[in-house]
Structure formats: structure tokens, C-alpha cells
């Protein structure tokens, strides 16, 4: 991997850049514990002793990514119609989306004070079909979030920033990004939940970290409430 030795980091280290899909994260964290209070420097130390591929050399954290969607109460407007039940449908969907953007803001702020770590964030929507008569069926979709992750991955493997990349994630969507990697001559690490996973996606992967409830619990990265 000659092509690698050049860029950021520490000659002979094994230099590795982690990247977090956190909706998938935290997501399978509250199946497991029914909650996602996660101990994210504790994360990136396991993972980052757990994907080493070769153990002649020490391995070296560049930066640790996290993305995640976030709710933006502006989105709210583009429900409004100009008519009595737009407004009604914007009143209820603005206190809505306002309700989780500081949630999520509550979230990832001391995600963003952790030393090595970079906070990366696409959108998250309210799916508002059926109007305020069928709120409770309203749902959320992240958007744009995948894509952050793949133009990093695939650039920073191409600038030489990392020797591994470590990617913590189950979507199908992230095959082609594993193979865009692997084809710059890099190893790619996976970390995800047994079960949770994309079939093609854990076949894709060089090295696989398997995240169980036990091995969390034991390493305090989860707790129980």
C-alpha cells in the first residue's frame, strides 16, 4: 500500500478513519437497551482495536465521523398551501419538527466536543401525507446522509488520508461505496448489528466487527436503564 504512505498520520501506523451511520446506530442501540445513551469515545476505541488487519502495526485514529440527520423547522413551510387546513398542517408539523431539531441538537453537541470527532449532517424530513387527520402515521426519512458518507470515504481513500477505514453501518446502500474503496487499494472494515445487516453488504467487507449486546454492555460503550 505504497500509494497510502504519503498522507496524514503516523509512518508506519496503520493510519484508520471511522465513519458512523448514526441513525443506524442508534436505531439497533434502543432495540437492544431501549435507549441510545452511547459512549461514543468508548465506540471508537473498540472499533478501532477491533479492525486492525494486521497486528505488526499500531493502530492510529486520524478522525472518528459521525452522521445523522437533523430536523430543520424551516421544512415546515413547504406543507403550507395558503388555505385553513395548510395552516393548521403547518402550525402542528412546525411544533413537530421544531420538537425534534432540539432534541437531535441536545444529541449531537457533545458528540461534536469529543476530541477526534467530526459531526456530519444530512436532513430529517416529516412525512406528512394524509394531513393533521392522519398525524399519527406520520413518519421520518433521513435524506442526504448517505451521500455525505460516501464522498468521504471514497476522497479521503483517494487522498491517501487513511490506510482503513472503518465503517459502522447495514444498508445495501453502502455496497458500492465498500467496492469504490476497495478499488483504490484499500481494506475495508464493517462494523454492524447481527441481523441488521445487508447480506451483499457483510460479503462485501474485508474484515467484519460484530456488534452483540454482551460485548457492548461489558465494554460500557450501552447500558441498561
Known sequence: MGSFSSGPGFAGANNMMIFIDGGYLRKNVKNLVDNDD???QILAHY???NGRLDTRFAAHVIRNYYYDGIANV???ESNYDGSDKGLEL???SSEMIQEKEEKQERYVTPIKNLELFEVRLGRHVLSTVGGVENRKNWSW????V???IAIDMITKAYEGQYNTPILLAGDADFIEIVNS???LGTNVVGAFFPG???QELEYSLDKKIELVKGELLNQKIIHEN
Open 38 to 40: 452511547i459512549n461514543y
Open 47 to 49: 472499533l478501532r482495536d
Open 74 to 76: 424551516k421544512d415546515a
Open 90 to 92: 403547518l402550525d402542528v
Open 141 to 144: 426519512r433521513q435524506k442526504g
Open 146 to 148: 448517505d451521500g455525505l
Open 181 to 183: 474503496v476497495k478499488n
Open 196 to 198: 441488521h445487516v445487508s
